[in-house]
T-cell receptor, first 114, second 116 residues
Framework: DQQVKQNSPSLSVQEGRISILNCDYT??????FLWYKKYPAEGPTFLIS?????DKNEDGRFTVFLNKSAKHLSLHIVPSQPGDSAVYFC?????????????FGKGTKLSVKP | DGGITQSPKYLFRKEGQNVTLSCEQN?????MYWYRQDPGQGLRLIYY???????QKGDIAEGYSVSREKKESFPLTVTSAQKNPTAFYLC???????????????FGAGSRLTVL
């Protein structure tokens, strides 16, 4: 049973517009969430994270929103750029971010068209 | 530059053969991990190690073995017991479990294993 779900396998967005990637989780013990970005044939790179004590975290063009009651988080990229085209993985962990055993979703492939 | 080096990048294996994937890090991280990625799937944890000479099974450890004799190194052996070994294998490291930021994993570039 998937504990972290990314229900959209792909997303296509025009350059300059907003990209919204969604992620749902089922395990109420999760209290720390991360987004990773992955290019083909490369390892994932850390993008942004959020603790369950917050509902928003912002870093430049990237903002993550957390809705604990709905067990839902989303990653907003504004404005989207062609270089943002990649697979984005949502990941979750328990124990306040002190545990490195992450549970990953299946990923969403973002395509940003010029 | 600090980072994680995985080798080889591509590897072909005949059925019934064991193969070992190398992972070396110079980040001085305490914890190391092996994940597997299949097409259309997320990353699944195979094994992890929080300290030298100690490691734990992840969600899909069957058919795999690891060792952690040095802090910098965490090799993964894919044995003939692994029923479907063709996949992209990712090694990662982080600060020790229990410390803030321990879940921000740094990944290597991956090794693609193909069984012929």
């Amino acid at each position: 049973d998937q504990q972290v779900k990314q229900n959209s396998p792909s997303l296509s967005v025009q350059e300059g517009r907003i990209s919204i990637l969604n992620c749902d989780y089922t395990n109420s013990m999760f209290d720390y969430f991360l987004w990773y970005k992955k290019y083909p044939a490369e390892g994932p790179t850390f993008l942004i994270s959020i603790s369950s004590i917050k509902d928003k975290n912002e870093d430049g063009r990237f903002t993550v929103f957390l809705n604990k009651s709905a067990k839902h988080l989303s990653l907003h990229i504004v404005p989207s750029q062609p270089g943002d085209s990649a697979v984005y993985f949502c990941a979750a962990s328990a124990l306040g971010g002190s545990q490195g055993n992450l549970i990953f979703g299946k990923g969403t492939k973002l395509s940003v068209k010029p | 530059d600090g980072g994680i080096t995985q080798s080889p990048k591509y590897l072909f294996r005949k059925e019934g053969q064991n193969v070992t994937l190398s992972c070396e890090q110079n980040l001085n991280h305490d914890a190391m991990y092996w994940y597997r990625q299949d097409p259309g799937q997320g990353l699944r944890l195979i094994y992890y190690s929080q300290i030298v000479n100690d490691f734990q099974k992840g969600d899909i450890a069957e058919g795999y073995s690891v060792s952690r004799e040095k802090k910098e190194s965490f090799p993964l052996t894919v044995t003939s017991a692994q029923k479907n070994p063709t996949a992209f294998y990712l090694c990662a490291s982080s600060w020790a479990t229990g410390l803030a930021g321990a879940n921000v994993l740094t990944f290597g570039a991956g090794s693609r294993l193909t069984v012929l």
